[in-house]
């Protein structure tokens, strides 16, 4: 019965400017104030008489529930909510949050109004209303006011919106219909009758050129809007995840569906890292190579290790010259290679290996900022259910595949959101939760003792390495500790996953942290371990060699093997355990997210950590993400199923980049800074060969620039006060710390005012609720009242008719 009232009501619709500008840029009204206060006037008087006829329709259906006749008679609604009488029901359907936007004649209505505003601004003429009356004008008057309100049908204000539509150009006809709440059919018919026909285009043709100007305009601009899109759908088409990313959300949800993004998002991070490198360093010494070194002959075996006749290119540090390119000279002594400007190799790799590493960081920086916005924003999963539910289909899909998909996908949505919902209200005792924290303190314990074991293990087959060195024609041997290293990082991830089963976490978000954790801690110890092999061992070993190189060749071998192993795991790894949780389990395995994303992880700190001795290592890495993303989307529809117990992953893409930001990135900052400032170059190779520092060539350049001439003062008082002086280092990262802690307290002030902003809205709703209560006993006891005054006015005639028997 409500619901029925609801539907019947009409809106009172006043005509209010759109913006401030808009009122500001429109021409007087032909009508004074006085009248359209008056017009306002007439609409609510029209409305007031609807909801009076609307009042006795109601009065009709509860008479002939076998109610008593009363214009206030109550309504029983079927799910035993409060009963309100009719005169209630029909003041609360005159509301205007019950009546905007349920009336189509107010939609048309304000459209019309918002049509001649803008066909004022554009033409500065009225349009042609053709059978329209005289007296037709912009105005309410126009629809309501000229005739009487019974009489006007809501065709007349269909005609004057199409004629106005007429009046616009046609870029802002397209757009105005796009944005009216209409249905698609009462566009359509909109936009064909609101076209100009052509005999009135060759009449405004004949009046002036500015028709056939803007028509070609808007032709010209069509045009190149769908080359555009044509452009970009090809771009689509040429991305590895463009359809694939929809179906994995579909059938396994957001959880997995965060592993493919967060590899999407280290390719973007890569191809950024790689532009300046190639850009400022592998093309210029491309172009300008030094001198000739006897290259070995390529065995295929290089593409492993990453020597051989790799070691004398550009892909190293050592190939580097420490010249200056593009010298200045005269005339008679430039050779067919000199140039008109100076171009100082050591400063330009010092630099750009520098610029691109702040240029990441201020992209990752942005990246973790605003994934934090996105995901924990409050408010953000209150509600989901119903907008999921009815807000969720795309009514543009009309093929059954991208149909299907979308089903899936909602699906899987809404049993991650009930999922999730069922999990906040469980509960535990006291007892179970010691129980538990005993349990998880024990299996910390044996996978701390596995991390440090680990630890343990490569820091001593390093040291056998370094004792027992390689000989140059078995470089087959330098395979060997990456191989080691990837056998424990592909066991190790195995022992945690077999302890995890005895903690047996209700909440599998919680499971998969735990998991990453771990991971994250044996990763960032046996990367440590390496950091130390490196600079602290390494370095001192390879005195009179090119230990850049080695380092390079390591990272390169680390990198490749690491791929290697992760293309058997997804290809056979993943086969042997479907096979076997199909015949015990009775069911696929699920995909291990925390072991692949700190895989993912572990390549990327590899490739930020040899960025300084191998300038194409982001390349390589670029090359692996490609068939990585390629491998583990076939394994996983192949090998693997939907999570069992499904959840919301809406904290995994922050979670991770938090984590690629501060162990990762900052990780390997520190090691590259060390290299910068402390470690000594190698003096047979790479271009700071004849420095005591790779940091020294900033101020060997200062130097030069002071000696040449007063014109680079200023250059060498910034380095001096602005580099080389660590108080303002400090000063820096002060101000960083300060604004990071500003916004941190600026996000919590902003959660607690809208915390307090909803509990003021709760408040007001149950204002409402206690006023409609109110309304509806006043209502009741003037009910009683008048049939109080009917009784005593009908006793006494009852008894003189009585008295006259």
Request: proline share 5%.
């Amino acid at each position: 019965m409500w619901t029925a009232v609801m539907a019947q009501q009409l809106a009172l619709v006043l005509d209010v400017p759109e913006t401030p500008g808009d009122q500001d840029s429109l021409e007087l009204s032909p009508y004074e104030e006085s009248e359209v206060h008056d017009s306002f006037h007439q609409l609510i008087q029209e409305q007031s008489r609807w909801v009076a006829e609307e009042g006795l329709e109601l009065q009709q259906v509860a008479g002939d529930l076998g109610a008593p006749a009363s214009g206030h008679q109550t309504l029983l609604e079927p799910e035993g909510g409060p009963v309100y009488s009719t005169a209630t029901l029909s003041i609360l359907a005159s509301m205007p949050s019950r009546t905007i936007g349920r009336s189509r004649g107010a939609i048309i209505s304000k459209y019309y109004n918002h049509t001649v505003r803008l066909r004022r601004r554009h033409s500065g003429s009225r349009p042609i209303l053709g059978p329209v009356v005289c007296s037709a004008r912009p105005s309410l008057r126009l629809y309501d006011l000229e005739l009487d309100p019974a009489d006007l049908e809501e065709e007349e204000k269909w005609s004057l919106l199409v004629k106005e539509l007429q009046g616009l150009p046609v870029a802002q006809r397209d757009h105005m219909l796009r944005g009216m709440p209409l249905s698609l059919q009462e566009k359509r018919v909109l936009r064909e009758k609101s076209r100009t026909p052509r005999g009135k285009q060759r009449g405004r043709q004949g009046h002036g050129g500015v028709f056939c100007c803007s028509q070609l305009r808007y032709t010209c601009v069509l045009a190149l809007h769908s080359l555009g899109l044509v452009l970009l759908t090809c771009l689509h088409a040429l991305r590895p995840w463009r359809y694939a990313l929809k179906q994995i959300g579909g059938q396994f949800g957001s959880s997995v569906l965060s592993y493919f993004l967060f590899l999407k998002t280290l390719l973007a991070f890569n191809m950024l890292l790689l532009l300046p490198l190639v850009a400022f360093l592998v093309a210029v010494q491309a172009a300008f190579t030094p001198e000739a070194h006897p290259a070995p002959t390529c065995t295929g075996l290089e593409l492993l290790t990453g020597g051989g006749c790799f070691t004398h290119t550009v892909m190293y540090y050592g190939y580097y010259s420490n010249t200056t390119l593009n010298t200045p000279c005269g005339p008679l002594q430039c050779g067919p290679r000199a140039g008109s400007l100076p171009y100082s190799m050591p400063l330009a790799y010092l630099f750009t290996v520098g610029a691109a590493f702040f240029i990441t960081c201020i992209t990752l920086v942005y990246s973790m900022s605003h994934s934090f916005g996105e995901s924990y924003r409050v408010g953000s999963t209150k509600g989901i259910h119903a907008i999921t539910v009815f807000c969720s289909w795309d009514y543009k899909v009309t093929q059954n595949w991208a149909s299907r998909l979308q089903r899936d996908n909602i699906c899987t949505q809404l049993k991650e959101l009930l999922a999730e919902w069922r999990l906040c209200k469980g509960s535990q005792s006291t007892c179970g939760r010691l129980r538990r924290a005993a349990v998880l303190a024990l299996v910390w314990l044996l996978s701390l003792a596995a991390v440090l074991g680990c630890a343990v293990a490569v820091l001593t087959f390093s040291e056998l390495r370094i004792q027992s060195p390689v000989v140059a024609d078995q470089e087959a041997g330098l395979l060997v500790l990456p191989l080691v290293i990837c056998l424990l990082n592909l066991g190790a991830p195995y022992l945690f996953r077999g302890l995890a089963t005895l903690e047996r976490h209700d909440s599998p978000v919680l499971e998969v942290y735990v998991a990453i954790g771990r991971n994250l801690v044996l990763k960032t110890a046996i990367l440590g371990v390496l950091c130390y092999h490196w600079l602290g061992r390494r370095v001192a070993t390879l005195q009179g060699r090119c230990w850049e190189d080695f380092v390079g060749q390591e990272l390169y071998r680390f990198m490749v093997m690491d791929f290697i192993f992760a293309l058997l795991d997804s290809l056979f790894g993943e086969l042997v355990w479907r096979l076997i949780s199909e015949r015990r389990l009775r069911g696929k395995p699920e995909f291990d997210i925390a072991r692949n994303v700190l895989d993912l992880i572990y390549g990327q700190t590899l490739t930020w950590l040899g960025v300084l001795f191998s300038p194409l290592l982001p390349a390589v890495q670029i090359l692996r993400l490609l068939i990585l993303f390629q491998v583990k989307k076939a394994s996983l529809m192949a090998n693997c199923q939907a999570p069992r117990r499904p959840w919301l992953a809406s904290h995994m893409s922050t979670v991770f980049l938090t984590l690629l930001c501060f162990p990762s990135f900052l990780g390997a900052a520190v090691f590259l800074c060390y290299a910068v400032w402390q470690v000594k170059p190698s003096d047979t190779c790479g271009p700071f060969r004849s420095l005591d520092t790779m940091y020294e060539a900033g101020t060997v350049w200062v130097r030069h620039l002071e000696q040449v001439g007063p014109g680079g003062s200023w250059l060498s008082w910034l380095h001096r006060y602005l580099v080389e002086n660590t108080f303002f280092l400090f000063l820096a990262s002060a101000l960083l710390l300060a604004v990071i802690y500003l916004n941190i307290q600026v996000v919590k002030g902003q959660r607690k005012v809208i915390c307090l902003l909803k509990e003021q809205i709760r408040n007001e709703g149950e204002d409402k609720i206690f006023l409609i209560n109110r309304l509806h006993s006043v209502y009741e006891r003037k009910e009683r009242r008048r049939a109080g005054r009917s009784a005593e006015t009908a006793t006494p005639a009852l008894l003189t008719d009585a008295g006259d028997k």
